[in-house]
């Protein structure tokens, strides 16, 4: 199936004796149809449900494809990655294996700067290069969209490149990439530790010519002590209304700075992490309908003890997102399923939240949800297909890729 030919223009495309999750919010649990088939035309899903229910028309000289009943899933998205990045910092883990604070991995040149240095020096090729291995590991575990931040070049011209070489990436591949702007990551050092005069920066010069450019879909910021306050991440994201563009935002991981508030209260896509975040917060999400990105691979890595409330999410009905986090420091993790197995068994999350976090509400976290995240009509023909005989099993496995062929825009 993977080496399928491509169909011609108007063509309908069928994908038939399968069995489908479809992740319809309108369905119980995962939207499972037994004996389900799928059918495409020009990219987009025209139908999806019971193949003795498919209209006749839709067979009528259709390209089949027998699934011989293996699963679909939408495509998967992983929803919050720092992609784009130079080298790793693999010295850094093995300081802090040895014993070595953050304060002194620092001193050593480690941390986020270390990062800053290294894109900073690197061309807009290199970028590139360095991060399609990543990419692909990402889309061999059958991932359809993903999302790309900025945040380690902390100036002008380097936050551009750093956003051109992600959208670079959805050229290089058959996916879908979105970019967010994260300038108000970190502190560059030469801002010397004025964090006022950097968010100006950001908000009043950076952030407008990102967007006029057309270099993001969403801005993001990281509120917290050792970054910024949430005063400060207001600033940038009345810069983003006034650019028109949505928000995001990194959240209550390493304490409660009301960061799930703040984010509510600018309706924002998402906030993620949440580690510290309380019920207040998770009300004002709930409310806002902002989405809650759990990121297990961070807080395995920094070997974090207190675990995001899950149970509050669920008490106040506020949706969650699953996401690899993936970036040099501190989630060096490019696979989607090992994620998701991670948020079951650190976090408790069921089989069925996470999967709807990798689809259904992934594309939500992202301002997708009309245009991909489940299988049905209208949406992007992005499909995950199994060789599994239940869909825990996405979950369960752990170093095993059980995808048997994936799916982008019909091809």
């Given at each position: 199936?993977?080496?399928?030919?491509?169909?011609?223009?108007?063509?309908?495309?069928?994908?038939?004796?399968?069995?489908?999750?479809?992740?319809?919010?309108?369905?119980?649990?995962?939207?499972?149809?037994?004996?389900?088939?799928?059918?495409?035309?020009?990219?987009?899903?025209?139908?999806?449900?019971?193949?003795?229910?498919?209209?006749?028309?839709?067979?009528?000289?259709?390209?089949?494809?027998?699934?011989?009943?293996?699963?679909?899933?939408?495509?998967?998205?992983?929803?919050?990655?720092?992609?784009?990045?130079?080298?790793?910092r693999a010295n850094e883990f093995?300081?802090?294996?040895?014993?070595?604070?953050?304060?002194?991995?620092?001193?050593?040149?480690?941390?986020?700067?270390?990062?800053?240095?290294?894109?900073?020096?690197?061309?807009?090729?290199?970028?590139?290069?360095?991060?399609?291995?990543?990419?692909?590991?990402?889309?061999?575990?059958?991932?359809?969209?993903?999302?790309?931040?900025?945040?380690?070049?902390?100036?002008?011209?380097?936050?551009?490149?750093?956003?051109?070489?992600?959208?670079?990436?959805?050229?290089?591949?058959?996916?879908?990439?979105?970019?967010?702007?994260?300038?108000?990551?970190?502190?560059?050092?030469?801002?010397?530790?004025?964090?006022?005069?950097?968010?100006?920066?950001?908000?009043?010069?950076?952030?407008?010519?990102?967007?006029?450019?057309?270099?993001?879909?969403?801005?993001?910021?990281?509120?917290?002590?050792?970054?910024?306050?949430?005063?400060?991440?207001?600033?940038?994201?009345?810069?983003?209304?006034?650019?028109?563009?949505?928000?995001?935002?990194?959240?209550?991981?390493l304490s409660n700075l009301h960061?799930?508030?703040?984010?509510?209260?600018?309706?924002?896509l998402s906030a993620d992490h949440?580690?510290?975040?309380?019920?207040?917060?998770?009300?004002?999400?709930?409310?806002?309908?902002?989405?809650?990105?759990?990121?297990?691979?961070?807080?395995?890595?920094?070997?974090?003890?207190?675990?995001?409330?899950?149970?509050?999410?669920?008490?106040?009905?506020?949706?969650?997102?699953?996401?690899?986090?993936?970036?040099?420091?501190?989630?060096?993790?490019?696979?989607?399923?090992?994620?998701?197995?991670?948020?079951?068994?650190?976090?408790?999350?069921?089989?069925?939240?996470?999967?709807?976090?990798?689809?259904?509400?992934?594309?939500?976290?992202?301002?997708?949800?009309?245009?991909?995240?489940?299988?049905?009509?209208?949406?992007?023909?992005?499909?995950?297909?199994?060789?599994?005989?239940?869909?825990?099993?996405?979950?369960?496995?752990?170093?095993?890729?059980?995808?048997?062929?994936?799916?982008?825009?019909?091809?």
């Amino acid at each position: 199936m993977a080496g399928e030919s491509k169909s011609r223009a108007g063509e309908v495309r069928l994908w038939r004796n399968a069995r489908l999750a479809t992740m319809a919010e309108s369905s119980a649990g995962l939207g499972v149809v037994e004996h389900g088939a799928i059918a495409v035309r020009n990219g987009r899903i025209l139908y999806g449900g019971p193949e003795a229910d498919m209209p006749a028309a839709l067979r009528e000289g259709a390209e089949a494809t027998d699934c011989e009943g293996r699963w679909i899933t939408p495509g998967l998205i992983d929803c919050h990655t720092h992609l784009v990045h130079v080298g790793n910092r693999a010295n850094e883990f093995e300081m802090r294996l040895a014993g070595a604070t953050y304060e002194e991995v620092a001193k050593a040149g480690g941390g986020i700067v270390s990062s800053v240095k290294a894109l900073r020096a690197a061309s807009e090729d290199e970028l590139v290069a360095q991060s399609l291995p990543r990419l692909d590991a990402l889309i061999a575990e059958g991932v359809a969209t993903v999302e790309i931040k900025s945040g380690y070049g902390l100036d002008l011209e380097n936050e551009k490149k750093s956003l051109r070489a992600a959208r670079r990436l959805g050229g290089e591949r058959p996916v879908t990439v979105r970019t967010t702007f994260l300038g108000a990551h970190a502190l560059p050092p030469e801002a010397k530790g004025d964090k006022d005069a950097f968010i100006d920066l950001v908000a009043n010069e950076i952030l407008p010519a990102v967007a006029a450019e057309g270099l993001a879909d969403a801005v993001d910021g990281f509120c917290e002590g050792i970054a910024f306050w949430p005063e400060q991440i207001s600033r940038v994201f009345d810069a983003a209304k006034a650019a028109g563009l949505p928000v995001k935002l990194h959240a209550d991981q390493l304490s409660n700075l009301h960061g799930a508030e703040l984010a509510a209260r600018y309706g924002a896509l998402s906030a993620d992490h949440l580690e510290y975040a309380d019920e207040a917060g998770a009300v004002a999400m709930a409310k806002a309908g902002t989405v809650a990105t759990i990121l297990p691979g961070a807080y395995y890595f920094i070997r974090e003890t207190k675990k995001p409330p899950i149970a509050l999410f669920r008490q106040h009905g506020v949706r969650m997102a699953v996401a690899t986090d993936n970036n040099p420091g501190t989630s060096p993790l490019t696979s989607l399923l090992l994620t998701m197995n991670m948020a079951a068994t650190l976090f408790g999350l069921t089989v069925d939240e996470c999967l709807a976090g990798v689809t259904r509400e992934a594309a939500r976290a992202l301002g997708l949800l009309g245009q991909t995240g489940t299988l049905e009509a209208g949406k992007s023909a992005d499909l995950a297909i199994w060789d599994v005989e239940r869909p825990a099993e996405l979950v369960y496995r752990m170093g095993f890729n059980p995808l048997h062929a994936r799916i982008w825009r019909g091809q």
